[in-house]
């Protein structure tokens, strides 16, 4: 089956590093991503890797695939108050539908 | 260059109830893919559609339905309305092939008491 999972929450400390852990069953050989919502508001677009590499870095963003694994991870440096919010993996489908999988969401809360 | 919009932002029904809800898709993109997103959940893929065609449906029932226009804006259409399909709508633009990455919308908020 289809399935994506994300731990419920993380807090860090300002300045202190974030890292968002993200397993999956399958994926279409393609991009998989890493989107934010803010409250009450649309997914907006972080960062994504090709599925044939092992890591991006994108200024604070590192995101770091295991393929063997199905294991997919979003490292932000430097946590801000204003990275409080809700972080989503999103990995195509493999059965050639074009849709994405979610993850439920990890909720990232950032302490002054 | 214009992002992904939808409209209306909220909107509340009462059972039983239809609903449209519109979405215009960031220039230059053909496809557009509705996702349903229930409070604390993340995004349900419901459809998409790809030059005015159904490109691949979610397991929603046949009472969501959709339209894409030439212009590639596109529709969600509910019928008998359920409590249950109170959630965020959210709708995605992309260029149109199964690698390309989706742009998602501030979504549609509907709520159905």
């Known amino acids: 089956g289809e399935d994506v999972e994300q731990s419920l929450f993380l807090s860090v400390r300002e300045g202190d590093s974030s890292v968002i852990n993200c397993t999956y069953t399958d994926s279409s050989s393609t991009y998989l991503y890493w989107y934010k919502q803010e409250p009450g508001a649309g997914l907006q677009l972080l960062t994504y890797?090709?599925?044939?590499?092992d890591m991006k870095q994108d200024q604070r963003l590192t995101v770091l695939l295991n393929k063997k694994d199905k294991h997919l991870s979003l490292r932000i440096a430097d946590t801000q108050t204003g990275d409080s919010a809700i972080y989503f993996c999103a990995v195509p489908s493999p059965s050639g539908t074009y849709k994405y999988i979610f993850g439920t969401g990890t909720r990232l809360k950032v302490l002054a | 260059e214009t992002g992904v919009t939808q409209s209306p932002t909220h909107l509340i029904k009462t059972r039983g109830q239809q609903v449209t809800l519109r979405c215009s898709s960031q220039?230059?993109?053909?496809?557009v893919s509705w996702y349903q997103q229930a409070l604390g959940q993340g995004p349900q893929f419901i459809f998409q559609?790809?030059?005015?065609?159904?490109?691949g449906r979610g397991n929603f029932p046949p009472r969501f339905s959709g339209l894409q226009f030439p212009n590639y804006s596109s529709e969600l259409n509910v019928n008998a309305l359920e409590l249950d399909d109170s959630a965020l709508y959210l709708c995605a633009s992309s260029l149109g092939t199964n690698t390309d990455t989706q742009y998602f919308g501030p979504g549609t908020r509907l709520t159905v008491l």
């Open positions: 220039s230059g993109h053909n496809t």
């Open positions: 890797i090709f599925s044939n590499m």
């Open positions: 559609y790809y030059r005015e065609e159904e490109n």
